[in-house]
């Protein structure tokens, strides 16, 4: 074992498996990198930060985590700009976002030197498995769980947060065609919706094979007091285009918190477009798609980024949308973020983070 200057030991891999991968055609979510972050806390501590190569974990059946769900994650990209050099997009508001998630599940907050100079020194190590602009991205993985070997529904006392990273093609984001769903809903108020936790997504997954069954992709959420108002779909935040003004549900406590979504509200503000963040019922979408007013509709998310929406299934009817080619305010910001995370465009806000 080596120890970084940040304090992390590292174990390197004997023989990395990187020739091993084309990266110019990569399946998407199967190939992963040479090594891995693991940091344990326990006794109330959090102990010091190894790599290791990737590998399995010894887990015991009677884990928290597997049992009760006490397991948030993250989800972010590493990409080069048109330097070469490896870039983060805003992965502090990441750091924070897992904080904020882990303080619902009642686990303790990950410190900077763990997540973020955890985060840089893995992505060091292993910059040779980050695509190319054209080849794709780096797809990392943070996960944080309780894994006391305890069946007592209580919080953890241990826990294990893991950086984990795979490359990954780049994202064709097809249009997408969404259903909405009245029979299931994805949160709950005072639930835990605003936080990117595991269980969240293992509730997602019938109401999303329904609707694909259906011959839609994912499942476009609907608040659940009322079934009336646009809430996300799949892992994307939602933005409706009515004649020349762009909409977005505001954060009610059960939409989980875009980074994509703050960063695309702050390009609309900074470049003057109308925009109104505010509750968006799906009747004012019916009847705006009925006076041919709906112009664009499209999900933001770290994946995809801006995912265009072809189509909205809603109590037996398909809403058309536009065609992508007459998109004005998607493709903008499209190419916008493109622009800027290549380092073609001025960052005025900070957000790239160079590693
Ligand atoms: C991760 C996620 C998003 C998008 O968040 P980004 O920070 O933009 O990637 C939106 N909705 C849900 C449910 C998510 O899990």
Same mark, same amino acid.
């Given at each position: 074992m080596e120890t970084l200057e940040k304090n992390i030991s590292v174990q390197r891999i004997?023989?990395?498996? $990187?020739? @091993?991968?084309?990266m110019n055609n990569i399946p998407f979510g199967k190939v992963f990198s040479d090594h891995m972050l693991v940091a344990r806390y326990k006794d109330g501590a959090w102990q010091r930060p190894e790599i290791l190569p990737y590998g399995k974990m010894q887990l015991a059946p009677s884990l928290t985590a597997l049992n009760y769900g006490q397991s948030v994650f993250e989800g972010m990209k590493a990409t080069r700009n048109i330097k070469g050099e490896a870039v983060l997009f805003r992965p502090e508001e990441n750091w924070k976002r897992m904080n904020r998630s882990a303080h619902r599940l009642c686990m303790p907050q990950i410190p900077r030197e763990i997540f973020i100079d955890g985060l840089e020194e893995l992505i060091r190590l292993?910059?040779?498995?980050? =695509?190319?602009a054209e080849q794709g991205s780096l797809y990392l993985r943070p996960l944080y769980f309780g894994s006391d @070997?305890?069946?007592?529904?209580? =919080?953890?006392s241990e826990y294990i947060f893991t950086v984990f990273t795979c490359p990954v093609g780049p994202f064709y984001a097809k249009p997408v065609d969404l259903l909405v769903s009245k029979?299931?809903? /994805?949160?709950?108020?005072?639930?835990?919706?605003?936080?990117?936790?595991a269980g969240n997504y293992a509730g997602a997954l019938f109401p999303d094979k329904l609707a694909k069954a259906q011959g839609y992709n994912n499942v476009l959420w609907l608040d659940?007091? @009322? $079934?009336?108002y646009v809430e996300e779909c799949g892992t994307m935040n939602m933005f409706f285009v009515v004649d020349d003004t762009v909409l977005t549900p505001q $954060?009610?406590?059960?939409?989980l918190e875009g980074i994509t979504r703050a960063s695309v509200i702050q390009l609309l503000k900074d470049h003057g477009y109308k925009l109104e963040v505010r509750p968006i019922s799906i009747y004012e979408i019916q009847a705006a798609h009925h006076e041919g007013r709906l112009k664009e509709s499209f999900g933001v998310g770290t994946a995809a980024v801006i995912s265009h929406i072809a189509r909205i299934g809603f109590s037996g009817e398909d809403m058309i949308l536009p065609p992508?080619? @007459? /998109?004005k305010v998607g493709n903008w910001l499209k190419s916008q973020m493109a622009a800027i995370k290549a380092g073609e465009a001025e960052d005025t806000h900070g957000w790239m983070h160079i590693v």
């Open positions: 004997a023989q990395s498996k $990187l020739s @091993e991968v084309d292993d910059s040779g498995w980050i =695509p190319t @070997e305890f069946i007592g529904v209580h =919080p953890s029979d299931h809903v /994805r949160a709950v108020a005072g639930g835990t919706g605003a936080a990117k936790a659940a007091k @009322e $079934l009336k $954060l009610s406590g059960t939409i992508i080619s @007459e /998109r």
